[in-house]
């Protein structure tokens, strides 16, 4: 039996910007929330306050207002070698 082939999807310039300035707001989000708040997210993840903080991610990242690079996203970019 042969292995079947995976096609790989194929992310533009665009696409990525977008899913780096998603990944920026939430972690700019989500540490702007108080502890209480975090715990509630990582403890559901489906819960009121991940949906908030989903909708408050949404309408920061498709806005045109500049995120600030802080945190947990500026290790990720570091890490990963990609700048925004």
Known sequence: ?????VNKVKIDGEQLKLAR???IAWHK???EKARFAQAAIVEEPHGRHAN???KETRRLAESDEDI????K???YLQVSGKHY
Request: no cysteine; aromatic share 14%.
């Open 73 to 75: 996203a500026e290790e």
């Open 52 to 54: 908030e903080l989903a």
């Open 68 to 71: 600030p690079v802080t945190g």
């Open 29 to 31: 989000l989500f540490y």
């Open 21 to 23: 300035r998603y990944e």
């Open 1 to 5: 039996m042969a292995a079947k082939k």
